[in-house]
T-cell receptor
């Protein structure tokens, strides 16, 4: 069965510092992986997705993630945090690309950015 | 392009009462989903529609939850009777292959 584990329910960084949000997955077949962001009182928005085309995936707002099969990881990074990055971030996995909406989500990581 | 519309945004009810949530997906999106997001957790799929047919409702508590998508466009999710543990945000989403588009959600509080 597929699953996703996000390490750390809350991460706090200073403005301008590196952002690193960790995600590990479990899947018996090559997965499709996603990162979503959720701002307060809003729905989820797709940041980026891995669909086996390239292991380093670039997304919106300067975020990127690297698929590492040997580590079963898909960590999200951003070189320099901005105050507007404060939000909840969810990693998700799907076995079937065409069922990109049938996702299994991690529990989320809340990112705080200090001035 | 208009996004996924949901209503109401907020609802407070007493346990054992009923509630209904409405969703209008992005025009042309055949696939529609309802997710439940309990505070502090990631969204969990409740039901998936393809046009007006149910593809997957294995996670839907069918003793109290029901959903329909008449005419393959709008959808309604109903809870009757509600329990305290149903307090959550109910997210509707529609999709193209490889990407979900979420509405802002309907926050339910059951007292």
């Amino acid at each position: 069965a597929q699953s996703v584990t996000q390490l750390g329910s809350h991460v706090s960084v200073s403005e301008g510092a590196l952002v690193l949000l960790r995600c590990n997955y479990s899947s018996s077949v090559p997965p499709y992986l996603f990162w979503y962001v959720q701002y307060p009182n809003q729905g989820l928005q797709l940041l980026l997705k891995y669909t086996s085309a390239a292991t380093l995936v670039k997304g919106i707002n300067g975020f990127e993630a690297e698929f590492k099969k040997s580590e079963t990881s898909f960590h999200l990074t951003k070189p320099s945090a901005h105050m507007s990055d404060a939000a909840e971030y969810f990693c998700a996995v799907s076995l079937l690309y065409n069922q990109g909406g049938k996702l299994i989500f991690g529990q989320g990581t809340e990112l705080s950015v200090k001035p | 392009e208009a996004g996924v519309a949901q209503s109401p945004r907020y609802k407070i009810i007493e346990k054992r009462q009923s509630v209904a949530f409405w969703c209008n997906p992005i025009s042309g999106h055949a696939t529609l989903y309802w997710y439940q997001q309990i505070l502090g957790q990631g969204p969990k799929l409740l039901i998936q529609f393809q046009n007006n047919g149910v593809v997957d409702d294995s996670q839907l508590p069918k003793d109290r939850f029901s959903a329909e998508r008449l005419k393959g466009v709008d959808s309604t999710l109903k809870i009757q009777p509600a329990k305290l543990e149903d307090s959550a945000v109910y997210l509707c989403a529609s999709s193209l292959p490889g990407e979900l588009f979420f509405g802002e959600g309907s926050r339910l509080t059951v007292l």
